[in-house]
């Protein structure tokens, strides 16, 4: 079972959906307001597509959806197919290693825009806990920007996940924050954890680099527990159109 899906996930997922409802709500505005140019997206890391919102995949012709987990296409069908065949969207749903294949993919797809669904904040659970893991994934995330090179192509990751303030549904989350990525973290930056109650030793998912400074992002608050944050970041990248 993979680290970072599978029927835990699966499970989790499905009885935390009023704890989750605010923050996919916050995900759907912000991907509502991401337009991205190509008809046809390459979806990684989709599982059942539990915290997407239908009404942005329908504004694909095509989509390719990978993840490594065989019990999610048939969840993804339940969760999205209707509202797929509804805008005639075709997908197509493939069972493996997106990352390792990614550079195929992009080939395969010149067209295609990519999005990466909280899959990059993960791959420190994928990777050995020796002294060179951290090492190996910033360069592994480096080498990925890398082959997106001239692509379109968005994420939403864990940026930072850990302990805070008991939140339950029906409580108001604090709201998204939208900017532009700073060069580099400042006091203020961090001071949007306050209201979350950050407390205890919180886990870097190493995808602080991910987006280049200048980014458009937005910044989500998502109680994955309910006295467990994570700090999410989506961001959309949109190089100059030939
Ligand atoms: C935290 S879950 C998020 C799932 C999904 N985005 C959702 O909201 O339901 C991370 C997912 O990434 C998948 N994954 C991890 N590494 C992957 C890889 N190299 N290629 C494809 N999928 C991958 C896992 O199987 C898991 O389903």
Same mark, same amino acid.
């Given at each position: 079972?993979?680290?970072?899906?599978?029927?835990?996930?699966?499970?989790?997922?499905?009885?935390?959906?009023?704890?989750?409802? $605010?923050?996919?709500?916050?995900?759907?505005?912000?991907?509502?307001?991401?337009?991205?140019?190509?008809?046809?997206?390459?979806?990684? %890391?989709?599982?059942?597509?539990?915290?997407?919102?239908?009404?942005?995949?329908?504004?694909?012709?095509?989509?390719?959806?990978?993840?490594?987990?065989?019990?999610? @296409?048939?969840?993804?069908?339940?969760?999205?197919?209707?509202?797929?065949?509804?805008?005639?969207?075709?997908?197509?749903?493939?069972? %493996?290693?997106?990352? @390792?294949?990614?550079?195929?993919?992009?080939?395969?797809?010149?067209?295609?825009?990519?999005?990466?669904?909280?899959?990059? %904040?993960?791959?420190?659970?994928?990777?050995?806990?020796?002294?060179?893991?951290?090492?190996?994934?910033?360069?592994?995330?480096?080498?990925? @920007?890398?082959?997106?090179?001239?692509?379109?192509?968005?994420?939403?990751? $864990?940026?930072?996940?850990?302990?805070?303030?008991?939140?339950?549904?029906?409580?108001?989350?604090?709201?998204?924050?939208?900017?532009?990525?700073?060069?580099?973290?400042?006091?203020?930056?961090?001071?949007?954890?306050?209201?979350?109650?950050?407390? %205890?030793?919180?886990?870097?998912?190493?995808?602080?680099?991910?987006?280049?400074?200048?980014?458009?992002?937005?910044?989500?608050?998502?109680?994955?527990?309910?006295?467990?944050?994570?700090?999410?970041?989506?961001?959309?990248?949109?190089?100059?159109?030939?």
């Amino acid at each position: 079972m993979s680290p970072s899906g599978g029927l835990r996930w699966h499970w989790r997922a499905w009885r935390s959906q009023a704890l989750w409802r $605010d923050t996919r709500g916050q995900i759907a505005d912000w991907l509502a307001q991401v337009q991205p140019h190509s008809d046809e997206l390459l979806l990684i %890391g989709a599982s059942a597509g539990w915290m997407l919102p239908s009404p942005w995949l329908q504004r694909f012709r095509r989509i390719q959806v990978w993840d490594l987990d065989p019990l999610a @296409k048939p969840l993804f069908a339940w969760r999205h197919g209707p509202a797929l065949r509804a805008a005639l969207t075709h997908w197509d749903y493939h069972c %493996g290693d997106a990352l @390792k294949a990614l550079p195929r993919l992009l080939e395969n797809h010149p067209q295609a825009c990519i999005f990466f669904d909280n899959v990059l %904040g993960q791959l420190r659970f994928h990777a050995g806990a020796g002294p060179q893991a951290a090492t190996q994934i910033e360069e592994r995330l480096r080498v990925i @920007k890398q082959q997106l090179g001239g692509r379109e192509w968005g994420s939403v990751h $864990d940026l930072l996940s850990g302990p805070g303030l008991r939140f339950r549904p029906g409580q108001v989350l604090p709201p998204a924050r939208w900017r532009l990525l700073e060069p580099k973290a400042s006091p203020e930056s961090d001071a949007w954890l306050a209201p979350l109650g950050a407390n %205890g030793q919180w886990l870097d998912h190493l995808t602080g680099a991910v987006f280049a400074p200048g980014t458009p992002i937005c910044d989500i608050a998502w109680p994955f527990e309910p006295a467990y944050w994570h700090w999410l970041q989506g961001g959309w990248v949109s190089p100059p159109r030939r």
